[in-house]
């Protein structure tokens, strides 16, 4: 079972949202998963020009970055652990820069299957809204949500404790293929409203249109 973390702070190594996600890993990594590390930081990642490239072409883009190779790993993974730093509510830039240059995963439902851990920390602590962002990209894309940790900056042993539990958590929930009703729920409306887009849109997204022809979706 193969695990990628994304971590987003441009404190890569020092950051306090990836000790925590440390700590996730280390609970899944018990349970037999492997698991590979990306500091978006050490990564060139450009701003989507929506030239819709991507979705005619699938997996193609204008832009010449690593987003890509990145893109790629993540479709290569059971389980992905989004770790993020709280900025003004949300993920950093960078993250949400890679979330926006993975489009075609939304059009195409391209992580079901899949679920989403994810890792937030912050000076107040209050990073509800971050963790909900995370679990609303991965069930836009078609991933299902493990769960997420959450703390202070300085966070104590019980977060430690329970960022272990959930990389457990997340590794079971691969192992049982998981069904949270509500989410499913949520990502077949996605999958609705998007059926319509591309039967729309099937003379320009032509890939995109094959995809959901080849999956039988349509
Ligand atoms: C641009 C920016 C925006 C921030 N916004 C918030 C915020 O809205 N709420 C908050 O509690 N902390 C906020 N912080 C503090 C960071 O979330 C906090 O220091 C975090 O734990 C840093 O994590 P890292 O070491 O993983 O980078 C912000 C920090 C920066 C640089």
Redesign the pocket.
Known sequence: MKLLLLSA???KE??????LAQEVLRGAKEEGASCEILHLDNYKVFFCKHCEICHKKILKCSLKDDVTMILDKMLGSDGIIL???????QVTALLKALFDRSAHFIHCKRLEGKYIAGVV???????KEVLDYMAYYGHTCGAQYSGGVSG??QFGEDKKTEAFKLGKQLVADIKDKKQYPQQLQFIEQGKQHFARIIKLRQNDWVEEYKYWLAKGWL
């Open positions: 702070s441009p404190h020092k950051s306090s949202t990836f000790l770790a993020s730093p709280n900025y003004i509510n920390t912050s000076g107040s602590g209050q990073n202070l900056q």
